[in-house]
């Protein structure tokens, strides 16, 4: 069997790309390096630089690969960019995917996983979130996501094409040896900016709003660690080979934890005293955010091994605190 991993390049996808290769399986990698990095992709795997709106690029691996499936990681993902330049989150993302479907219908490929998010819920009417929740987001990034996730329903109505997509809430922590890891630049997720503190990259962490409506005021969140995600994405695959309707799942540890619980895990992880300030609200945050992520549970049968935010922020401080300015490739 060979998978073909878009973003392959990325944070969630090279850590895909090294379970997959550690399970035997045959990888091709697409990426652009817009985001990503040469250095986080597995050797074994084929790396192909080029660009998901790119026909002939496409065209190109396509015809070179015996692609048995697709994984999907290949999209901007910064919700205040989004707000400020949508069309190029409808461009790259949703308009991207259309590339891809179009060139997998022509070489026969019939079975895509998408990364999708919790931001295609918007602001949620109750916690925990399930599958079957309201979706209408809030800015472009969820829109262009839940997009996706629409053009794929009707594409398998008429093409055949099998999806499954992924919801994830937040996703933290790297591969347990420290040898690859998140480098976002910019970088706008909790965990490592935490980390970035503990090195020395920045003087403070912020924590935004302390009069929340949660047990300690601040943000409540849900943390998956990437390898567990990882390994949610191979049973998926193995959901479709074994002839499953397409579907979407919630993947999140279904424990939330406050900025504040992830200040001090991340203080004991590092043992290191990471200053912190309180700052004001930022728009648009809502309280807690959790899944109810039972599905994927009951269905593709996935069993997170980490359920502990200090074990997932000790895996993210091995990278980090070994490679402080990431793959210093850009
Ligand atoms: P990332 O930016 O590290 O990875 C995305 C990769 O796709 C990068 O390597 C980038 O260069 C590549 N890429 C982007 N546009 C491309 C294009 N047009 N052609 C070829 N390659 C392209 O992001 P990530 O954190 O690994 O996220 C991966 C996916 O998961 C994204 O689709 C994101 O929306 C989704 N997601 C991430 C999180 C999270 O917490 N990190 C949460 C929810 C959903």
Do not use: C
């Amino acid at each position: 069997m060979t998978v073909l991993v878009l973003g392959g390049a990325g944070y969630i996808g090279s850590h895909m790309v090294d379970r997959l290769v550690d399970q035997q399986t045959d990888v091709a990698v697409v990426d652009n390096l817009v985001k990503g990095h040469r250095a986080a992709v597995r050797p074994e795997a084929r790396f192909y630089e080029g660009d998901v709106r790119d026909k002939e690029f496409m065209r190109s691996v396509f015809k070179k690969e015996n692609i048995d499936a697709v994984v999907h990681f290949a999209a901007f993902s910064i919700v205040p960019e989004s707000m400020e330049k949508p069309l190029d989150y409808f461009d790259n993302n949703t308009a991207g995917l259309i590339n891809v479907l179009e060139v997998m219908n022509e070489f026969d490929v019939k079975q895509i996983v998408f990364s999708s998010t919790a931001a295609t819920y918007g602001t949620p009417e109750s916690v925990p979130i399930k599958e079957t929740d309201k979706q209408e987001p809030i800015n472009p990034y969820g829109e262009s996501k839940l997009m996706m996730e629409k053009i794929m329903h009707w594409s398998d109505l008429a093409y055949g094409i099998k999806f499954v997509a992924l919801r994830y809430f937040n996703v933290a922590g790297a591969k347990a040896d420290g040898s690859i890891g998140e480098d976002h630049g910019p970088e706008t997720h909790l965990v490592p900016i935490v980390l970035q503190v503990a090195n020395g990259q920045r003087d403070t962490l912020k924590i935004f709003g302390t009069d929340y409506d949660t047990p300690d005021g601040t943000n409540v969140r849900d943390y998956v660690h990437v390898v567990d995600l990882a390994d949610a994405h191979i049973l998926a695959l193995k959901y479709l080979a074994e002839g499953n309707e397409s579907n979407a799942f919630n993947l999140g540890s279904a424990t939330g934890f406050s900025n504040r619980q992830i200040l001090e895990a991340a203080r004991k992880a590092t043992g290191k005293e990471i200053p912190a300030e309180d700052a004001p609200r930022r728009p648009g945050d809502p309280d807690t955010l959790v899944a109810d992520s039972s599905k994927a549970r009951d269905i593709l049968g996935w069993k997170p091994q980490y359920d502990d935010i200090e074990k997932i922020i000790a895996t993210a401080w091995k990278w980090h605190s070994t490679h402080p300015n990431g793959y210093n490739d850009k």
